[in-house]
């Protein structure tokens, strides 16, 4: 019968508990993996997949990684979604009379649980999130462990999915049972016990974390969705001994209808985060914020436009005075430029898990709090909110700069704990001291009394201190000399004398560490007891930061403050997008004017070539509002924003094949999801729809939409509409709202001139061939389609009623008298007229055939 080694039981009884996890089991100066995750390790990091012997004819797979690279490797597992356990040993030795060193799981690692500084982007929040629903509405719940925000919310089924893509958190709680698409999900999805989503486990879950009796303070009596969601994220931080949970010290709840909704297609279409050009996102333009958390405070308004015109107008006036004031500026900059992450450090001194080195980068950063509020105070009445909304946080400067050596910023290494703080500490410093004169004293005692000058006292880890003495020597050795080592070319020995001061030393360097231990432990107490003080400062830090890096770029790229309102208006004179004029310099960026809603076109249908700009101007005008929503100034001459609820995008043309949709098929899905939540407070933007399918289908469903739209009582949304269906710009005469507008050319010797100037009319042309011409495509071929353009040109002229012969199929006739038309709405009516034109088109076709 194989007897299953100590050392192997020990590890099946800890991987038992953590099947679902990847479990780093520590060695000495390794953590180590067996079995299947050995194998998944050795394939994930690219390292060796070698085995270990545990027993009599055992080898089990091996693969292990040093325990200084732990960081280096937990990012790689992390972002490729693994949860990790790291076991520990928690012992440095085995108790007497033990084999084997207690280990067991200290915590579990997973994507939304990091708080280690190197596996975090300092200006992002790396969220973990909760989803619970009951088929019509849903709770949602989100927290970042590394900085302390906790929040949740309910909302309809149909808005869920789109919040959790605003929230892009990078693991996501969901119920075994519950369905979700998980392919809209944004990050990793974890799939958790029913029980700890239930409202009561839930409830009790967030009462004693919080030391609460009533849910009442945060907001959540009357949601029990949202408790039930963040409840949830409480029990997994528990399960996964999470030192975190205890950063999560406030919860609040929010409604998303205080924002404006942008929903992914959206986002990814604005390029708002993310972009194939380098720099070229909208956060790349805007962002001049010195802090971490001013980075991610700018992300979040860039994800959450406003719509409280109150709160709007707080941050333009603030914008402004920044904007004003050129020296108030740099002093604010040169003051956050010392500032770290308030946030995170502050929640790694709460679980003690920071290091020395970064209470000091803690004390200096809010030392800068002094130089931010002697800016503040020049103008209390515009200032004064958030002057008294930062707190000077001197009591924690103090307490660290007290507690903590300055020696150790210096040098890197050396006492954590400053002299005078422990009066133990110090005699015991001062004990080590003597000590290393007391060596040299006796060094130079023992050579006197043993005559041999070369005699050497010495200490290594391994044999602690030693007298040494060359081989030449040895008949010189007294007899109180005790051997202890022996080398090739010396002995070592050791004396009761020496021995003592060993143990000496031995106990005092213990006593040191646990001394420094303990004063550590409590310094950090005394700064998680002041985190509030400390999230204080950093949120008013956070705000400045946003304001000053906004007032910094509306003063370089000549921004203008917008006039936003309740109002239905978007006109904007002289705008400009702000990624791309930054590519191109402000000389070469040709500015556009644009009015839509109030007394202007509710629809502009914007004609012109290809590569003219339309795509630039529409995307320019929803940025526009964008940044006029979140507080900042705008790229544009003058600027009045009537409040925008939502902005839509349809652009593009894609399939999402993994769930078997075609282009098209995409195409048509965006379009009702627009047409189904857009309202009149909406901005949409169509760029080219219908192109996915015929021509005659296409354009029947463009004009369909466009006076669904037009004529819908309860959307009529502001609408800019680009399109290469010319038949379309016909609409003008008749839907009122709707204006026909196309981006100017002008053509020199059979070339193109883009003017990029946004004008009155329609275009007259599309020019494709002309664009193919420029993509680079073979002449024979630019040639024949200009030939083949000119015959369907003259053909479109003609008409199919030039080959009908002057006959009409009795058949069609039949067709149009059965028509009930006063049942018909006019989107069905039109449609009817495509049908019948469809069939007078192929019976020319037939006709023509047969004339041959």
């Known amino acids: 019968m194989m007897v299953t080694p100590p050392l192997r039981k020990q590890y099946l009884e800890i991987k038992g508990r953590y099947r679902d996890a990847l479990l780093l089991f520590r060695i000495g100066d390794f ?9 998944v390790l050795a394939r994930e990091l690219d390292i060796v997949l070698t085995t270990k012997p545990m027993g009599k004819h055992l080898r089990v797979p091996l693969a292990g990684i040093p325990h200084q690279s732990l960081d280096r490797y937990l990012a790689i597992l992390i972002a490729r979604g693994y949860r990790v356990a790291i076991c520990e040993q928690l012992e440095e030795a085995p108790a007497k009379g033990k084999r084997l060193i207690a280990r067991d799981v200290v915590r579990v690692v997973t994507p939304g649980t990091v708080i280690e500084p190197g596996l975090l982007q300092s200006k992002t929040n790396n969220y973990l999130a909760a989803y619970v629903t009951d088929g019509k509405r849903v709770g949602l719940a989100h927290a970042d462990v590394s900085t302390g925000d906790f929040a949740a919310t309910e909302v309809d089924v149909a808005e869920a999915l789109g919040e959790l893509q605003r929230i892009a958190p990078a693991e996501t709680l969901v119920a075994r049972d519950q369905p979700i698409d998980q392919s809209q999900v944004p990050g990793f999805i974890t799939r958790i016990g029913e029980e700890l989503f239930e409202e009561e486990h839930a409830r009790q879950a967030l009462l004693e974390h919080f030391g609460a009796r009533t849910l009442a303070p945060f907001g959540l009596e009357a949601q029990p969705l949202a408790v039930r969601a963040a409840g949830a994220i409480i029990a997994y931080l528990r399960e996964m001994r999470s030192i975190a949970i205890g950063h999560l010290t406030r919860l609040r709840s929010y409604e998303t209808e205080s924002f404006m909704t942008l929903d992914q297609q959206t986002v990814r279409a604005l390029e708002i985060f993310e972009s194939d050009a380098p720099a070229g996102t909208l956060l790349a333009a805007l962002d001049r914020t010195r802090t971490p958390m001013g980075g991610r405070l700018l992300r979040r308004w860039l994800r959450q436009p406003l719509l409280d015109l109150a709160e709007i107008v707080r941050r333009q006036e603030h914008v402004r005075w920044f904007y004003e004031r050129r020296e108030a500026r740099e002093e604010i900059v040169s003051a956050l430029g010392g500032v770290h992450d308030l946030e995170r450090l502050s929640a790694r001194a709460r679980s003690a898990s920071v290091t020395p080195i970064e209470l000091l980068s803690l004390a200096q950063s809010l030392e800068a709090i002094p130089r931010v509020r ?55 410093r001062t004990l080590l001291r003597d000590g290393r004169r007391y060596l040299s004293e006796l060094e130079e005692r023992e050579r006197a009394r043993t005559g041999i000058k070369s005699l050497r006292v010495g200490y290594n880890k391994v044999f602690g201190y030693y007298i040494e003495v060359t081989r030449p020597n040895l008949h ?39 001394l420094e231990e303990s004063l550590f432990r409590r310094l950090c107490g005394e700064i998680a007891q002041r985190r509030d003080e400390i999230l204080a400062a950093a949120r008013t830090l956070a705000y400045l930061d946003v304001i000053v890096s906004l007032a910094e770029v509306a003063v370089e790229w000549g921004y203008t403050c ?9 006109r904007i004179r002289g705008g400009r997008h702000p990624v791309l004029e930054r590519r ?51 790229p544009a001459a003058e600027a009045e924003i009537g409040l925008c609820d939502r902005i839509f995008t349809r652009a593009g043309l894609y399939d999402r094949i993994g769930s078997g949709e075609s282009t098209f098929m995409t195409e048509m899905i965006e379009t009702a999801h627009i047409l189904h939540h857009a309202s009149s407070r909406s901005l949409v933007l169509f760029d080219e729809l219908g192109r996915g399918t015929s021509t005659y289908d296409g354009l029947s469903v463009a004009r369909a939409v466009l006076e669904y739209i037009h004529n819908h009582p309860q959307l009529g949304c502001r609408t800019l509409f680009a399109t290469h269906y010319h038949e379309l710009t016909e609409l003008e005469s008749v839907l009122p709202r709707l204006e026909n507008f196309h981006v100017e050319i002008a053509e020199r010797e059979g070339e193109l001139i883009f003017l990029y100037r946004v004008i009155p009319g329609r275009a007259e042309r599309s020019y494709g061939v002309y664009a193919a011409k420029l993509a680079g495509l073979p002449p024979p071929i630019v040639r024949r389609a200009r030939e083949l353009l000119g015959e369907y040109e003259d053909g479109a002229r003609k008409g199919p009623a030039a080959h009908m012969r002057g006959t009409i199929r009795p058949d069609l006739i039949d067709k149009l008298l059965a028509l009930d038309l006063d049942s018909l709405s006019p989107v069905e009516a039109l449609m009817k007229l495509y049908e019948l034109q469809r069939e007078a088109v192929l019976e020319a076709g037939k006709g023509r055939r047969a004339a041959k």
């Open 31 to 39: 953590y180590e993996a067996f079995d299947d995750d050995a194998r």
């Open 374 to 428: 002697a800016v503040l105070q020049r103008d209390r009445r515009h200032l004064g909110a958030l002057l008294a909304a930062l707190p000077d946080c001197q009591r924690v400067i103090d307490a660290i700069r007290a507690t903590i050596s300055d020696e150790i910023l210096q040098a890197g290494r050396g006492p954590i704990i400053r002299d005078g703080v422990s009066e133990e500490l110090d005699r015991l």
């Open 476 to 514: 010189l050795v007294p007899e109180d000399y005790a051997r202890k080592q022996t080398l090739v070319n010396a002995e070592r020995f050791i004396t009761l004398e020496l021995k003592e001061h060993e143990t000496l030393v031995v106990r005092a360097e213990e006593r040191i560490r646990e």
């Open 562 to 570: 917008p006039r936003v309102n309740e109002s239905a208006s978007l």
């Open 584 to 634: 191109l310099g402000r000389e070469r960026f040709v500015a556009n004017d644009l009015h839509l809603g109030g007394d202007g076109p509710r629809i502009v249908l914007l004609t012109g070539p290809n590569m003219s700009g339309k795509t630039t101007y529409m995307r320019q005008a929803a940025l526009i509002v964008l940044l006029a929503q979140i507080g900042s100034f705008v």
